[in-house]
């Protein structure tokens, strides 16, 4: 039996894109692993396998194997990683002061002392100090990968202090073999020191950074309190810890607090603030046998719920794991980032050698100073962790905004696909409308209103009709209450009837009507026509032969939907209404709505044919829908949409949750990708510029038009800024509008 199952784990030990490259290859590889894919931004790796073919300690064997880690517990991972983050971050903190304590004395040693006495020795000390103090994990990281055969961000820091170090270390040694030359020794201690302290703040900055992109998925998951109150069978409760809840158990929640697990009440009354979950901020009563949703709070009464859904299995735990999974996912553009990324490294490596080569050949050995720094600042300056964070920094940020406005977005794809959308097909039932019937008119034929109102609201107490609650919902609303009554009687098809002080009513649709011989006056049929040509059913309500009223139920529209089909048709995209309704109910619906083009009648079959239809005209295409009947449409659409409040199967169809079911949530969710992509390029074009320019530059390009040389100090102060820049840059998607 397949096991097919998709986690996200936590990848320990990486230090840069090229790290991430090294963990999804060597994941992917592995026999029964259908797709992996690591996200540098967040440390972390999402894999679909088989279980029946591999299990979760294999991949963490192999992960190891090739230098680093993965934890596979589930209860507590994300804990787990945090802490060691937390211990990594104080760590790198403590390295970067430790490493500007002596790069500072040693760059001034350099720059403007260095013909004291002794002042070789002095600066040797202070980059040996620093290179085996603080930056000892570069020397140790490029080490395990030069055994492994690969190279990634730490060979290039190794190589490129060793080599200053080395060269300087020589000079220091035996100045002599220079001097018989009749040339000068140089030293770059200073060079080795500040590339490892200026690295090393680089690194500190970008995790600092990258902290704030994950704040969204941070505060989803703080949503959820720790421990929870649970009532024993003699009625006694006691605070135990989430992870020790089951299904069935029953759970007291105490004003202000948050509701520990999904469940139903099953005694108590009290108010909801639900607005984590449906955005609408007034609280929502609840009372037994109403649905209790984690995350949620508790604002006045207590009451106690009976568990239904714990740890993995709620709402909320759906959520933090839709936003990981989404977060962790790829853009089409990052798998072409990540291709180059996989060739960076030995690349630099290969220009360094031939920058050397060109120096030493142009000016032989009276220009090895100028061959050696070059060949270093190459190595230096050339970055690909700007590469590998400009996509997924990105894509967390846009995300984590989506998802506080919610909107809940499953995968890269779809963020970077919203925004090319130039049609839109709407299913109406759920999506245009409320998705269930209410009264949305009425006209009475008496003044007498109170009397018939108890006798209606009892009449449909005792009904079975799905209009009845409908009905029932406008009646209560009108103050009704219940009556006595004789002689109930249902008539299947047509309506009810029964008996009240001798007097017989009757309830029910046209030809139950006409069945008491009414009439209808000029003006009554003149309203009649009205609601007919807004699709609305009609209910009529009588005495004998006497009309005493009309109602119109519909299935009403939601009141910002016309806004939000306005809006989309603002921004150029055409707009489509499919329903499975008949022709004058569709008809009736587009046009409240705004929409031109609609079809009725439409089974789920048709609706996919209609998106394919739109899609063989060049149209990319982009399906809401609720139900079940939209299932195959959302799978054919070019990009998938559900609405919060539909099935839980066009939910996991579906790229794309709006969370409330409004409309409005669409433009806004186009809006966003368009914002995210709009940084994603602005940060790739960055990336590729910086190295496209920082590498010619110091290669010594411009030294035979102006004698410029890059200062290999200097390089490592620019592919630091260069990374931070990027992750910046993407924060700043927080704050735009």
């Given amino acids: 039996m397949n096991k097919e199952t998709t986690k996200t ?137 030069a055994l492994k055969g690969s190279a990634n961000m730490d060979t290039l820091v190794a190589l490129s202090t060793l080599i200053a170090f080395i060269f300087s270390l020589f000079n220091t040694v035996y100045p002599q073999f220079w001097y018989d030359r009749g040339l000068e020794p140089h030293v770059y201690y200073e060079a080795s020191g500040v590339i490892i302290a200026f690295v090393l703040l680089g690194k500190l900055l970008e995790e600092r950074a990258k902290r704030n992109t994950s704040s969204a998925i941070k505060g989803l998951m703080g949503l959820q309190p720790k421990t929870a109150y649970r009532v024993s069978s003699d009625g006694t409760e006691e605070e135990v810890m989430i992870s020790q809840l089951q299904t069935g158990d029953l759970i007291r929640v105490h004003p202000g607090e948050r509701i520990p697990v999904d469940g139903v009440v099953t005694e108590g009354v009290s108010s909801i603030d639900e607005s984590m979950l449906s955005g609408e901020v007034i609280p929502v009563v609840k009372q037994a046998g109403s649905k209790a949703m984690a995350g949620t709070i508790n604002q006045q009464g207590a009451f106690v719920m009976q568990a239904t859904g714990v740890g993995e299995a709620t709402m909320l735990a759906r959520i933090v794991r839709m936003v990981q999974e989404a977060q962790g996912s790829k853009a089409p553009v990052q798998r072409i980032v990540d291709k180059i990324s996989r060739i960076f490294v030995p690349v630099v490596m290969a220009i360094s050698v031939l920058t050397f080569a060109v120096w030493m050949l142009i000016g032989g050995e009276a220009y090895f100073s100028h061959a050696l720094m070059s060949a270093v600042s190459v190595l230096v300056i050339a970055c690909p962790c700007a590469l590998g964070l400009a996509t997924p920094t990105a894509l967390m940020v846009g995300m984590g905004k989506a998802a506080n406005h919610q909107i809940l977005i499953k995968d890269a794809y779809a963020l970077e696909n919203m925004c090319k959308i130039d049609t839109v097909v709407l ?227 579906a790229m794309v949750t709006l969370m409330t079911s409004d409309l409005l949530r669409l433009p806004e969710a186009i809006r966003l990708s368009k914002q995210t992509v709009k940084h994603i390029r602005q940060n790739l074009f960055w990336a590729f510029i910086y190295n496209l320019i920082g590498i010619p530059l110091a290669a010594g390009i411009l030294y035979p038009v102006n004698g410029m040389l890059l200062d290999p100090m200097l390089a490592s102060a620019a592919m630091a800024f260069s990374s931070v820049s990027v992750v910046l840059n993407s924060l700043r998607l927080k704050y735009t509008n």
């Fill in 9 to 145: 784990l936590p990848v320990l030990d990486m230090s840069c894109a090229v790290c991430a490259n090294n963990v999804e290859h060597t994941v992917a590889e592995m026999e029964g692993v259908k797709n992996a894919v690591v996200n540098f931004a967040t440390h972390t790796l999402t894999v679909t396998y088989d279980g029946d073919v591999i299990s979760l300690d294999k991949m963490k064997t192999e992960v190891q194997a090739v230098g680093y880690d993965l934890i596979i517990e589930e209860e507590n991972a994300s804990e787990v990683q945090e802490d060691i983050e937390a211990k990594r971050y104080r760590l790198l903190r403590r390295n970067v002061i430790g490493a500007w304590t002596f790069a500072i004395p040693l760059a001034v040693l350099g720059m403007f002392f260095m013909h004291i006495p002794y002042a070789n020795w002095i600066m040797l000390f202070l980059a040996l100090s620093i290179m085996l103090l603080f930056g000892r994990e570069f020397y140790v990281n490029g080490l395990k990968h």
């Fill in 427 to 653: 299913d109406k039932t759920g999506t245009l409308t409320e998705g269930k019937p209410s009264v949305v008119d009425s006209y009475w034929f008496s003044e007498s209103k109170k009397i018939y109102l108890d006798v209606l609201f009892t009449a449909e107490k005792k009904s079975e009709h799905p209009l009845s609650i409908a009905l029932l919902e406008w009646l209560e609303e009108s103050g009704a209450s219940m009556i006595e009554v004789d002689n109930f009687e249902s008539c299947v098809g047509r309506g009810i009837k029964m008996n009240v002080k001798d007097r017989t009513y009757w309830v029910g649709n046209r030809a139950f009507k006409d069945s008491f011989d009414v009439q209808l006056a000029s003006e009554a049929k003149l309203v009649v026509k009205d609601w007919s040509k807004k699709a609305n059913t009609i209910i009529y309500y009588g005495c004998g032969s006497t009309l005493l009223a009309m109602i119109a139920i519909a299935d009403s529209m939601k009141m910002t939907s016309p806004q939000a089909v306005g809006l989309l048709k603002k921004k150029g995209i055409d707009v489509h209404l499919l329903t499975g309704d008949r022709e004058e109910v569709a008809k009736a619906t587009a046009k409240e709505a705004g929409i031109e083009n609609y079809k009725a009648d439409v089974l789920p079959e048709g609706k996919e044919d209609y998106i394919k239809e739109l899609q063989a005209k060049g149209k990319i295409v982009a399906m809401v829908g609720d139900g079940i009947n939209d299932s195959q449409a959302l799978a054919r659409a070019d990009v998938s949409i559900a609405m919060g409040k539909g099935t839980d199967i066009a939910m996991d169809i």
